[in-house]
């Protein structure tokens, strides 16, 4: 089955470490992006990548890093930088960045951080 | 700039109709998607529009004015399946990014 998976659905972290999310697609998709989610608030853009080696930061980049050395794979980490780091991260795959390229989500991280 | 606006939250009854807006201003427009997300999950992709009208997809429908900024998604015969958050997004033609409101938390009633 064809798909984009995140793992771990839950991740608890104390304030001052790094974490790295996972982010995998076997939809062949040449771009991927991460969102961040908070309640009541819409999916804010915070890196995208539109192909291998490249990426772009998005409106709310600042204490995060991202690398694409696989098309299948576009891991995030949240350093210590991020000043509110506790939230819903989204992970999206789609076959190009224009157009009728609908986005398809993976099932998302909560990260929790104490 | 760009801003998207749509209601925070909608109360319907099952087997009814529903119409959710959503209104944008964007510095170049090309295409607003509508997402379905249930409450802790992935947002399920619904339906894209980028020329004026009406878009229909079984029971549920999307229409666009590109002159006024303005779409809405149109939900038939309401099942309770249906509570869940309705996001609309638009996709910018300078940089070709989506940018998505809010959403817009249904809630369907028996």
């Known amino acids: 089955d064809g798909g984009i998976t995140q793992s771990p659905k839950y991740l608890f972290r104390k304030e001052g470490q790094n974490v790295t999310l996972s982010c995998e697609q076997n939809l062949n998709h040449d771009a991927m992006y991460w969102y961040r989610q908070d309640p009541g608030q819409g999916l804010r853009l915070i890196y995208y990548s539109q192909i291998v080696n490249d990426f772009q930061k998005g409106d709310i980049a600042e204490g995060y890093s991202v690398s694409r050395e696989k098309k299948e794979s576009f891991p995030l980490t949240v350093t210590s930088a991020q000043k509110n780091p506790t939230a819903f991260y989204l992970c999206?795959?789609?076959?190009?960045?224009?157009?009728?390229?609908?986005?398809?989500f993976g099932p998302g991280t909560r990260l929790t951080v104490l | 700039g760009q801003n998207i606006d749509q209601p925070t939250e909608m109360t319907a009854t099952e087997g009814a109709i529903v119409q959710i807006n959503c209104t944008y201003q964007t510095s170049g427009f090309n295409g607003l998607f509508w997402y379905q997300q249930h409450a802790g999950e992935a947002p399920t992709f619904l339906s894209y529009n980028v020329l004026d009208g009406l878009e229909e997809k079984g029971r549920f429908s999307s229409f666009l004015s590109r002159s006024k900024g303005y779409s809405y998604l149109l939900l038939k015969e309401l099942q309770m399946k249906d509570s869940a958050s309705y996001l609309c997004?638009?996709?910018?033609?300078?940089?070709?990014?989506?940018?998505f409101g809010k959403g817009t938390r249904l809630h369907i009633l028996p």
């Open positions: 997004a638009v996709r910018d033609k300078r940089d070709d990014k989506i940018i």
């Open positions: 999206a795959s789609s076959f190009g960045t224009s157009g009728a390229n609908e986005q398809f």
